[in-house]
């Protein structure tokens, strides 16, 4: 049985100007000690899917419509807000997007990196600012006996970056949540951080999820790709064959604005248009307007629908075309 089983997730934000769908009907699983990614443009809807599992999104606006999210057996979106406060930070941890914001001001690092062990575990304060101490150092934080002390404000942004990640992995959790992990970290520290990761998976068997517009990271550490547009999955395969043989025309797309792969002197491709607006989805293929084909899609919502084995894609016959610029084969995965 999967740790995580997550089937038909609907998260829709009641507003004034209408119904936001921002996630509308996903499904995915994660094995003990697998790496997910999920990757898209911002507002795809990737923060959302995992903020509800943890019941991390204001309600209201935010309303689950329907779904169900097992882990290990248990459905998070019926625990209620008693039940999920003894899940999060000790089975469950997450890695949030921003930590100018996701940090007391008030309250010195030390503070809130024992926090979560003396809530969940039978640590006393003298042993848990021993772990604090480690934790800071695993990830690359210097003379952490002393900045340890510090408040947030005396941290840089990557800093606060790394104390964010300390603090998701000082509990040990069984699955850990990274909502764009490396963006304030320079390479040197990003690959230490990551390497960090690896070894806990290693050592402890600790699921990941990682959230991320970083398709270089997706292809070093993950096992298995979810790509996500309009808070749908349009593709979802193992990192190999995801990166290898990109089957939806907004993967194929995706993966052609690396900039790293585009030849010197040349303009930069990007993906022509914008997203739609999640108030008034398009009722049949959402990537229509952007695809480079634009006949033959279909004017009802494509079905998700596995097209090789163990590949799936929205089975919208345009956009398996292949009709977007091919990303080079020389990524390294």
């Known amino acids: 049985m999967p740790l995580l089983d997550v089937k038909d997730l609907k998260v829709h934000f009641h507003t004034r100007e209408g119904i936001v769908r921002a996630v509308d009907g996903v499904s995915f699983s ?12 911002s507002g795809s809807g990737k923060s959302v899917t995992c903020y509800s599992l943890l019941g991390l999104i204001p309600m209201p606006p935010g309303r689950i419509e329907g779904g169900t999210a097992h882990f290990d057996g248990t459905d998070l979106l019926q625990l209620g807000e008693s039940g999920l406060r003894k899940v999060r930070g000790k089975r469950i941890s997450m890695i949030f997007q921003d930590p100018m914001t996701c940090l007391n001001p008030f309250l010195k690092i030390k503070d ?24 800071l150092g695993d990830v690359g934080i210097r003379d952490p006996e002393k900045t340890v002390h510090a408040y947030p404000h005396e941290f840089s942004g990557g800093m606060r970056q790394r104390v964010m990640i300390a603090m998701a992995l000082i509990t040990k959790p069984e699955l850990l949540i990274a909502d764009e992990p490396t963006t304030a970290l320079d390479v040197t520290i990003q690959k230490q951080v990551l390497d ?23 292809s070093e550490v993950c096992d298995h790709v979810n790509v996500m547009y309009a808070g749908r999955f349009v ?10 043989s990109p089957a939806h025309a907004y993967t194929r797309a995706l993966q052609a604005s690396i900039p790293a792969l585009q030849e010197k002197g040349k303009p930069l491709y990007t993906i022509p248009g914008a997203p739609p607006n999640l108030l008034a989805l398009p009722k049949g293929c959402t990537f229509a307007p952007r695809a480079a084909v634009k006949d033959g899609h279909l ?23 292949i009709s977007e610029p091919q990303m080079s084969k020389d990524l390294i995965l």
Not at 30 to 41: F, N, R
Not at 112 to 135: F, M, R, V
């Open 30 to 41: 994660l094995e003990k000690g697998g790496t997910l990614g999920i990757v898209g443009e």
């Open 112 to 135: 809130q990196l024992i926090e979560p062990l003396l809530l969940h575990t039978d640590t006393n304060k003298t042993d848990a600012l021993k772990e604090a101490i480690k934790a």
């Open 196 to 218: 960090l990761i690896k070894d806990r998976q290693k050592a402890l068997g600790t699921a990941v999820i990682f959230i991320t517009h970083d398709l270089a990271v997706v």
């Open 235 to 244: 593709e979802s395969a193992p990192t190999d064959v995801l990166f290898k």
């Open 299 to 321: 004017d009802t919502q494509p079905p998700f629908a596995e097209i090789k084995p163990g590949h799936f894609a929205q089975n919208c016959p345009a956009c398996l075309k």
